[in-house]
């Protein structure tokens, strides 16, 4: 956690529960001096946790609630809350991730000294991710998939959610994909992890309801392309999990070692074939191909998310991208998108497209249906200030 962490007013959210764990938290607050929040399940405390004034220090739960749903609520604490908020799982006897702190004992005064100890978070010291850990964290099954929205840059209309993934780490918490994919490339499990973000975001998607006809985003390397037989077993996966392969969207990754063109058009051809989409990502000053890419039967692009900061030369390439794209009849994307003026100025720019923490920052899967939702009323007032 930020060391401004004892900063954030003690606030405390309690989800679920029986009388005697509302008696425990209340009087802990009382202790504390702290105020108390309920939501009575999940699904109404992850549409507390959404909405613009969610900001707790610690959120509890009963050491009953299921795994899967600790991790939907794990997920809305370490992406979605303003502020550095801890789980705490009362009555539960060990740790049960990076993120879920046990409390043994729920009463009162555990439930004080819980939160009084995670009031501040210590930062691991000296502690290296190594190639050894991220392959047994994949082995493990510690990989979990975010999904962040993105809109259409006119209407503000949900058009599709990008699957980010996240890496469990005992010692370093919650990993980006900055944190642990140059180390997977490098040591040649770029295809065991996306084979494990593949099944862990079809697995996720599945109970899902109310997603209407969004399109899916999925990160993969470049070279994963070039696999015999990945755009037939990519599609047989589609098919398992009832996802129609035209509704997934592969934003490939450039990697260090760039194939030759023709063998990647080839591939793409393959995958387009398939039914699948593909984009480019992360295209800009970074990605130093962009431009051959481009020639590339590509559907569409998404822009390198510092294209949206407001800088006259992140303006200029933005604009010929976008331009480039129109003549090869591909959609443009633009992420890192923050704040009303980056919308307003990439919309006039020509994208059709927009992503950032402007609109959502990335979600459990359990909290994409609530999103959307909440989103019909909250998208079309931001649109009209547009």
Known sequence: MPDHADAVPLRLLLVGGDAALHGAAGAAASILGAALDHSPDLDAAIARLLGPDAIFSHVLAPASMAPAETDALAGMVDEVTPTPTRLLLLGAVEDRGPTEVAVPVANAAGIAAAVCGTR????????????????????????????????????YEPLAMEALARLHHPALGILRPQDFMPIAIASGLEGPLTGAAAERTLQDLRPLSGLGGLYFAFN???????????????????????LPTSLLVIEVLETLTMPDFRELEAAMKRWRG???????????PRLPHWRELMDLPFTGVKLDGILAEDRPE?????????????????????????????????????????????????????????????????????????
């Open 274 to 284: 398939a039914g699948f989409n593909l984009t480019i990502d992360d295209a800009g």
């Open 220 to 242: 993969t390397p470049l070279t994963m392309l070039l696999l015999d037989g990945a755009p037939e077993r990519a599609a047989e996966m589609c098919a398992q999990a009832g």
């Open 314 to 386: 992140a303006a200029r390439l933005a604009e010929e991208i976008t331009l480039l794209a129109r003549q090869r009849r591909q959609y443009v994307i633009a992420e890192g998108v923050e704040n009303h003026e980056a919308a307003r100025r990439l919309r006039e720019l020509g994208v059709d497209a927009l992503q950032g923490f402007y609109f959502s920052r990335p979600l459990p899967a359990r909290a994409v249906p609530l999103w959307l939702a909440s989103w019909k009323g909250n998208g079309s007032a931001l649109s009209a200030q547009s």
């Open 120 to 155: 501040r978070a210590a930062e691991p010291a000296g502690v290296e991710l190594t190639a050894e850990e991220v392959k047994a964290s994949l082995e493990s099954g510690n990989l979990r998939m975010r999904f962040q929205p993105v809109v259409d840059a006119s209407t």
